[in-house]
């Protein structure tokens, strides 16, 4: 063997033990990856990119997190040329500019160059450790591990993250925002030039203390980096004489209600792009707290607002309370978020399903008085009844029975599921412990998410998620049918109405809208939803810490802020045209029983259905009857042989209402009354109980004595049924006219209750009593 080959072999095996010696020291000691990800801020931005909040770190480090791509190519190419040029080809330690260092620190008799490579800059941040020889090596260490287990890019990446940048701000996204108050992304050469000097020196250079030290240091960079041919002479002279950041950017703090929200929701990541409209959030925060400063003076304390784009559901501006650093009425609670009971505002919801059930139409009837579900007797507003309303008024009227008993007969579990499926997350009960006073908002809803249910009306009667973060692909479900949710936007636009203030109604500037108001039980919550154009919008009011303030109320301390909303956000806005196709149909009905025309209905009028939906059954009540002719007295059977007889037309009303309007001594149309001597054959209408219920059973309460726990008999039966007799499981226990008010003990068990009329006409119902 020769010589040289002998060296060569030599040098290859001592190459090789470095080589795993290096491998086996690595795997002995991996390299701390933890300190190189320190938690860093979450920024907020809205949907122009700007920053809303910076939440900082726990350890209150202004350390903001970029990715490689979002970093301007100039402040790259500025701190590689300037830190360690061939950055991109040594394995973390760099033998020539070792040597070099070397050299100058023995002429020098101490350290004065650490020739230290981007990776070993980097793992002596991750490790700060005294300038000594074996620190020295340890980084050198370090550093090839670095550039093992890392790409170049990646690498590059941690150490834009990582360098110091003085007054608590560290890597290049805080020091971008806070210097310059724009994205690394946007970096002249000039900025570039001081975010690679200032590392070196954090306080030395520290722009705002020493601007001529760090205008020295900046200016070094640029033109060392125009020697190295880098930049052009040009570009490097024009930005020499741009002036030096001059204040450290304040942490931003707007939409704080929103962005703590946004926060909580999406956790800690280095950048949130939300989709709020600043200006608009500004305008709304500020007439909300206009409109909370006079709502103060009426022993209401707070409101909240939220207003959201139709077509995305994107929440454009969401004010939690007047003032989130208020001490006191609750200014830091998000009063948008915050669950409530809803008073009236889910009645249009409950009549929406009806038209989709096929059980109702706009126009048709309902009654509006006193019922009895259980021992759940529901009262107006006012305590007062109106009889037979359409559900056009009842609605506009908010009125409460109606939409009770419509709330009955869609049913309260298909009603839930409604409510869930459009988004409702506060539901937590089963549907039968919400009951019936569900219509009347006994539950609790957030404000948000209730406004978004509005949007649904708007929007073809589609459910899409709230979204709050850009980009989010937003997926429909069908909620309603188009035609529901728009018949009931439209009885929610007719102006004429006891929660519209006529001042409103003149206002000239006011667009198209449709809107509800609410009050909840209680006296604690007011609730305003619109909608108009693209946006619905929702507005609470009351007290935070749920104090009742008697006589508030949706209309009159919700609603001018809603209008003042919409007036600001949809100026000229517009309703929704009704949907395209044939989905509506008009029916022509009788105007008496606004049911299809039976052959005696004699006034008409035409009514809006849902095509292939409403069920529309024939007018019963307008009925032809034969008379004599002489005497008035209705005949009947053989009778009917008589000369002289004459036919009329009479128009009756449902047994309920006639109960009702004879208990309150309004007048009732009667059929005249039956000729003594002609047998009536029993036909018209048997009587059908409507009190005791069979679907629902009966609690007794213990507590208290059987006597006072009666139940009521009712049924609803002609008027000239006569004398109506009542069977508990086969023995009569009382007898009365179908308008008297009876009342039967029951005890626990299973029972049949049956109903007999004077002509022998029976009802029977089985009920439960526990
Ligand atoms: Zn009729």
Known sequence: MGR???IVLILGQVLLFIVASFLVLDFIFPFPEHKLHRVSATIVKDNEGNALRIFLPPDGARRMHTDFA????????????SEDSWFEYHPGVNPVSIIRAAIANIIAGRIVSGASTIPMQIARMAEPKPRTLSAKLQEAFRAMQLKLHHSNDKLLEIYLNILPYGSNIEGVAAASYFYFGHDPSTLSLAESALLTTLPRGPVFYDPIRHPQQAAK???RVMLQLEQKGEFPSEEVNRNLKLPLPDKIRPVPLKAPHFCRMVLERSGRIPEIKTTLDYPLQ???????????????GDDIDNAACVI????????RALVGSADFFEKGYGG??????TKRSPGSTLKPFIYALAFDQGKLTPDSFVYDIPVDYSGYSPENYNRTWSGQVTVKEALARSLNIPAVNTLAMIGVVEFSKLLQKGGISTLNKTPLKYGLPLALGGCEIKLTELTN???SLADGGKYRPLTFSSGTENISTQLLSPEAAWLTLEMLSSVARPDMNETWMLTRDMPEAAWKTGTSF??????????SGDYAIGVWVGNPDGRPRKGISGAVHAGPLLFDLLRMTVPGGKLPAPPEGSGISEVKVCAHSRRLVGPFCSETTTMRTLSGKTRLRPCKQCRQVFVDAKSGYRLSGECLDRPNIKKIIVRTIPTKLARWRAENNLEIPKLPPPADDCDLIPAGIAPKIISPAGNTPYLLRKDTPLKFQQVALKAEAEADGGILHWFLDGRLVAKGRFDEKLFTEISTGTHRISVSDALGRTDSVIFKVK
């Open 4 to 6: 040289k080959k002998k």
């Open 70 to 81: 979002q970093v301007s190519p100039t402040l790259k190419k500025s701190l590689i040329a």
């Open 217 to 219: 240091g900046r200016n």
């Open 282 to 296: 500004q305008a709304a925060q500020d007439m909300l707290a206009t409109h909370v400063a006079r709502l103060r």
């Open 308 to 315: 959201i784009h139709i077509p995305t559901r994107q929440i």
């Open 332 to 337: 830091a609670i998000n009063l948008a978020e």
């Open 453 to 455: 249910l509005y949007a």
């Open 522 to 531: 209680g006296h604690r919550d007011a609730w305003a939803v619109g909608i």
